[in-house]
């Protein structure tokens, strides 16, 4: 199954090992954010409980996925690619306390529950932000992730270029702007790249990264996920319109009410969904490298195109 506009139902395709591998990799991230944030009993603790907050028992683990099934392909042993997902996420779960801010956002559900700073207070939620991006980093720099401390220095270099102002905090501060700036779709595109595609492409080239594939291999991985980051982040402003929020666990309906431009408000429904599908099909085209070792990479593109949450 090559192809994402296969014929096959989604849920069919679905049924097979994709489900069944993203579910233990959500359950090994969960241990190992667990064993990574350990609760603190001195005053400073409280904060340490909202990253734990923010950070255990939720959300799908895509880009903890993602970089498992990379390192994978390079047969990377799980106690150090599960140290690379865990980090990636950490990154993740910051972006979504910050961008659920008033100052941002302003959300008060998050993953069904409510938002770090509805839980807590908007300082805690703001330095419990800060202190998750701040140990991702610590946790790759840890000689436990690998050996070789050049790999490591790769990986430092991957994240933060994916996370910084050339990355997810550009894409983001492009969006509170977006309003004003006119975005052609070329523009929009570079938006939701920047914001959501180069941490999903992190997750899936720090995965090869401490596998120590080929630059080639690096970057097919790194194309992989742009083009399924973009695919995904339609897929959401879809879902923002059809889904509910008991399926997706935030607020939908925001994008239309926020007068925000989208491929959605662009193409229209169907425009956006093939737009999207054609997007699977291209970060599949990527993976032809690794033949059918990618397989459980290929289904994800076609689950971050049928996903209801
Ligand atoms: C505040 C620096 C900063 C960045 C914010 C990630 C982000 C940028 C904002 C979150 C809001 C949003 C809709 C982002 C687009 C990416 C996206 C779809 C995030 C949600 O990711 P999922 O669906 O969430 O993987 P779970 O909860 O499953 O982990």
Same mark, same amino acid.
């Given at each position: 199954?090559?192809? @994402? ?14 489900? *069944? ?15 990574? &944030? ?44 599960? =140290? ?11 972006? &979504? #306390? ?48 690998? *050996? ?25 501060? #492009? ?14 595109? =570079? ?18 990264? @401490? ?5 080639? =291999?690096? +970057? ?45 408000? =662009? ?31 290929? +289904? ?10």
């Amino acid at each position: 199954m090559n192809k @994402v506009t296969s014929n096959a139902a989604p849920a069919e395709i679905l049924a097979g090992d994709f489900k *069944a591998a993203l579910k233990l990799t959500a359950e090994a991230v969960n241990a190992e954010l667990d064993r990574l &944030l350990p609760s603190v009993s001195e005053p400073e603790g409280y904060v340490v409980e909202a990253m734990r907050y923010a950070a255990l028992d939720g959300g799908k683990r895509l880009r903890p996925f993602l970089a498992c099934a990379a390192a994978d392909l390079f047969d990377v042993p799980r106690t150090q690619s599960l =140290r690379v997902a865990a980090a990636v996420e950490m990154v993740h779960c910051y972006s &979504l #306390i910050h961008d659920d801010l008033p100052a941002m956002d302003d959300d008060d559900l998050r993953r069904g529950r409510p938002t770090v700073h509805r839980q807590f207070d908007e300082a805690t939620a703001i330095l419990a932000g800060d202190a998750l991006l701040t140990e991702a980093f610590g946790v790759l720099a840890d000689p436990a992730t690998h *050996a070789d401390g050049n790999v490591r220095i790769a990986l430092v270099q991957e994240l933060a270029q994916a996370s910084g102002a050339a990355g997810m905090v550009g894409g983001q501060m #492009i969006d509170l702007r977006a309003a004003d700036l006119d975005l052609d779709d070329a523009g929009l595109r =570079r938006l939701q790249n920047l914001k959501t595609g180069c941490i999903i492409a992190c997750a899936c080239r720090s995965g090869a990264v @401490v596998g120590q594939a080929s630059s080639e =291999r690096v +970057e097919a991985l790194g194309a992989y996920g742009i083009a399924m980051g973009l695919a995904f982040q339609i897929a959401d402003d879809v879902l923002d319109v059809e889904g509910s929020a008991a399926e997706t666990g935030k607020a939908t309906g925001k994008d239309e009410a926020a007068g925000k431009a989208t491929f959605v408000s =662009r193409l229209g429904l169907e425009g956006a969904k093939n737009y999207a599908r054609s997007l699977a099909d291209d970060a599949v085209a990527h993976l032809a490298p690794f033949g059918a070792k990618a397989s459980l990479l290929k +289904e994800a593109a076609l689950f971050a195109v049928t996903r209801r949450n």
